[in-house]
């Protein structure tokens, strides 16, 4: 599948013509399991919270997350909390909200499997790249570009990277109509689309049908099902595991 796409990459490049490969990056790109990790040890390690929370934190200490927990409750379950304490849970919230949400904690993001090898043959084939993201400006733009250039993705003037101008904006809306003004200029033969939220894939299908779509089937908020017609990824490795 990522074998076609780079040869259509090709060949559209190779009469003239231009296309673009617009990634998402949490999820997608990253798998954010680290920072959330990262947060969830923080918090136990605060004597804020050991002295509130004595007998929670203490089953902290075997605390692992996985690339598919989407949020920590997966996490908690496993380590045997049961989502009863409300206390605790607003707690641990407000403390996780705060810090996944910021430039601090992106530094623990890594690449999905074959993902920045990938983008750089997408980059060598021809396109021009967009890492177009949920994340907002001033809360997660340099942390962003810093992650990027960290595990050498490439961010240059053929690849940009696109945050939110706030918070407030809606995820789905804001990507679908900076889509649709790419689509209005005609500058592109071609644009693929890689993201793993179904809410957003759905917009998308809707208003940009002559976009590429490819659903990261990492984790997702749950919102909604999965488009079925849409090619499904694991990861970027161009031979997977198994095949």
Known sequence: ?????????????????????????DSTLFDVSPRLERILLDFAAEPEFQKRFPEQVALFKGIKTRHTDWGFTNALQRIGLDGKHPDFEE???DYWYERFFSNEYLEFDHPS???????KDVVEA???IAYLTGRDVQRMG????SVLRKWNFPI???ARLILKPHKSMDDAEFKTDWIVGEVNQNKFEKIYFFDNEPVILHRMNDKCPQVQIYFLDTTHSGKAHPPEN?????????NPKGS
């Open 156 to 158: 240059n003037d053929r």
């Open 230 to 238: 849409l090619p499904r990824l694991l990861n970027f490795l161009r």
């Open 142 to 145: 340099p942390g962003s570009e």
């Open 113 to 119: 499997e074959g993902a920045v090898e990938f983008v």
């Open 91 to 93: 707690a641990l919230h």
């Open 1 to 25: 599948m990522l074998e076609a796409l780079l040869v259509n990459i090709q060949n559209i490049s190779a009469k003239g013509a231009k296309c673009l490969a617009v990634f998402d990056l």
């Open 126 to 128: 021809g396109a021009e």
